[in-house]
């Protein structure tokens, strides 16, 4: 439903956008050099929303468990989307500072918090395992902020973002089926979306008029919800994950565009820039560098982010989690290396 809802109604958004300016222009920092409406998430967004309600109703009708989902529960997770709606459509339109997208994102984090979904146990990350309430708030909402912000920053070429997401969705969809099979189709929807999304993102033709940028609604909408299911799939799942290991493999989806944003800011104060200043030293920007066309670089990072994904589920059946973390932070920082010395 999501990805048929997503696809009729994808044109006409696209249309309204370009007839009211609401697009991107391009400009040296940018590496598309047309205009493109930028609110292709608004559509996604929504398209997923509608078919959650159906799927919910589909399921309560046909009395399939909920494994103790409460509506009270659900009703300020949808205030939380509902605030990253609002503020990404506005920041797109308009465009906001970053204060004031940190304020909501840090709203919706404690909202998150407030209906249950907090993290409680580190599954012996550093040595730690069940924490105090407190810190899996403070925790969570900075996990909400620093996720919603590096999938945000990542967005920088058609269909990475997405494609990040897809991976991610699809993980969790399978992940959270045995545990909560309600939020398993959450997932589903939104993967719906995203692929038809893809199609006018990754295929469309600005000159066509048949091409759009997700935004900031969609990337802040996608940071929030993977971050929701990393957290939901860290405290509800043993099974199909590993117990002992559950951390790593819970937010192993998250890996790549969390490490990449880390390395980035590192390199902009380094250099005395602020955290915030866009730049083009952003992993796709390497492989952009090295001569890769974008969807090429898209399907690598995604392939990338499904090598990462696969080797800390296999790792994390034999070592401690602390161990494939620094495994993983290695491997990384090396790609890094050799990406950085191909420029040259």
């Not at 204060?99 to 730690?128: E, I, N, P, W």
């Not at 033709?205 to 929030?224: I, N, Q």
Request: glycine residues 8%; charged residues 10%; hydrophobic residues 55%.
């Amino acid at each position: 439903m999501a990805f048929g809802l997503t696809l009729l109604f994808m044109p006409g958004v696209i249309k309204y956008a370009l007839n009211r300016g609401m697009y991107d222009k391009p400009n040296e920092r940018k590496i598309h050099d047309e205009i493109v409406p930028r609110i292709g998430g608004v559509v996604f967004l929504v398209a997923s929303l509608l078919s959650m309600l159906a799927g919910g109703l589909m399921m309560y009708c046909n009395d399939v468990t909920t494994n103790g989902v409460v509506m009270q529960d659900v009703a300020l997770q949808l205030c939380a989307v509902c605030i990253i709606f609002a503020v990404g459509l506005i920041d797109d339109i308009k465009g906001l500072k970053y204060r004031v997208k940190f304020v909501a994102q840090f709203l919706t984090g404690v909202l998150l918090c407030a209906s249950g979904v907090y993290l409680k146990d580190f599954h012996g990350m550093c040595g730690l395992h069940e924490i105090h309430p407190a810190i899996g708030w403070l925790i969570t909402i900075f996990a909400v902020i620093y996720c919603t912000n590096a999938i945000n920053f990542i967005d920088g070429i058609d269909g990475q973002a997405s494609s990040i997401a897809v991976v991610a969705m699809g993980y969790y969809a399978w992940v959270l089926n045995s545990c909560a099979p309600v939020y398993a189709v959450v997932c589903l929807c939104v993967v719906g979306a995203l692929l038809a999304f893809m199609r006018f993102n990754v295929l469309g033709k600005a000159s066509a008029r048949t091409k759009t940028f997700m935004g900031d609604t969609g990337s802040l909408f996608l940071g929030l919800v993977m971050t929701f299911m990393g957290v939901l799939a860290c405290n509800m799942c043993a099974e199909p994950l590993n117990e002992d290991n559950c951390f790593v493999m819970a937010f192993a989806p998250l890996f790549l565009p969390c490490l990449d944003v880390v390395r980035v800011v590192i390199h902009r104060v380094r250099f005395g820039n602020s955290p915030f200043m866009a730049d083009k030293n952003h992993i796709h920007h390497k492989l952009l560098a090295i001569g890769l066309s974008h969807h090429k670089v898209s399907l690598v990072v995604s392939l990338l982010n499904i090598l990462i994904i696969v080797v800390a589920c296999v790792l994390a059946q034999y070592l401690d989690v602390n161990f494939v973390i620094a495994i993983l932070l290695i491997v990384y920082t090396l790609l890094n290396v050799v990406l950085t010395k191909l420029m040259k």
